[in-house]
């Protein structure tokens, strides 16, 4: 059973960062297709990006340059750098996992969530 746990969420300032991290546990990284997507109060959820099990990576276009994701198979976590963070980005951040082919932001194909981690930036 694929279990997700993210961890490093807080508040920061405006301009400043954080580092999410997802440890996945029931199956290997590489054996899924992971993603990180956020979701702030009254808002759709909405995709950051995503890695293949080959690794390939995909971000959606808002979020390059500033969000960084990196899988690390030998620790078995998805991370995601963020940096110059605004208020806007506050909202809770999820990883997210499927099995199977495909691998987009189509956040209904994932079949397993973390419970998430609150981000919230101050002005």
């Known amino acids: 059973q694929v279990q997700l746990e993210e961890s490093g969420g807080g508040s920061v300032q405006s301009g400043g960062s954080l580092r999410l991290s997802c440890a996945v546990s029931?199956?290997?990284?590489?054996?899924?297709?992971l993603g990180w997507f956020r979701q702030a109060p009254g808002q759709e959820r909405e995709g950051i990006a995503v890695i293949s099990r080959s690794g390939d990576l995909t971000y959606n276009h808002a979020f390059e340059g500033r969000f960084v994701v990196s899988r690390d198979h030998a620790k078995s976590t998805l991370d995601l750098q963020m940096a110059a963070l605004n208020p806007a980005d506050s909202a809770m951040y999820y990883c997210?996992?499927?099995?199977?082919?495909?691998?987009?932001?189509?956040?209904?194909?994932?079949?397993?969530w973390g419970q998430g981690t609150q981000v919230t930036v101050s002005s």
């Open positions: 029931g199956v290997s990284v590489t054996s899924l297709c």
């Open positions: 997210a996992g499927k099995l199977g082919f495909g691998c987009d932001f189509y956040a209904n194909a994932f079949s397993a």
